[in-house]
């Protein structure tokens, strides 16, 4: 049955407002959020294809994907993708930590604090600073030549980060920042600059403290 041949109290709009969300099927709140169809598809139409998206684990849900379904158009499918980034962020990756201070880092580095050599670490994080993976960059004494923006970068790219923080280790126990430390900083501040991922910062750590580059 077409949204228009509903009565109005059956239409989930007018359901949610009043019964509440929670009364609503998937298929009802898909309706609800895309609102109109278009001429040769419908809500209902539309509802359809976009739930074969979200149900299938091998599709990708991203603003393409969504702005192909044929209906949806753009500012339908800014909605839905600003309603499904909200919901990933706060509801299903919860359990992600917030990353928002340089102590909540150093948290997330205890496995390279007595390493014997230099680790250099990147933290990706979304948009609301949470973490989305840590990975090791590089293994080895630091230096701008090693520790080359596109391997940071490359999959902060991948991951759709928003922000990084990166970290290494000085297994002498100073925390004092080398100039190889301060180069390479300037140098990943200035490409996140360029392609949209902030540097939030860079952090020193040994096996009892640390020290933040950005505020050295």
Known sequence: MKMKDKRQDLRPRERLQSKGAVALSDFELLQALIGSGVAGSDVTKIARELQKIIKDKSSTIDYESIASIKGMGEAKAVRFMAAYELWKRHFQVSERPIIDTPEKAVEQLANIRDKKQEYFVCLTLDGANRLIAKRTITIGTLTSSLVHP???????????????????????????????????????????????IKLVDHIIISKNSFVSVKAA
Do not use: M, Q, Y
């Not at 596109?150 to 000085?170: G, K, M, S, Y």
């Not at 990943?188 to 949209?196: D, K, M």
């Open 150 to 196: 596109r391997e940071v970068f490359a999959d902060a790219i991948t991951d759709r980060a928003a922000n990084i923080i990166v970290a290494h280790n000085h297994p002498s126990g100073s925390l004092n920042p080398s100039t190889a430390d301060l180069e390479v900083t300037e140098r990943l501040r200035e490409t996140g600059s360029l392609i949209g």
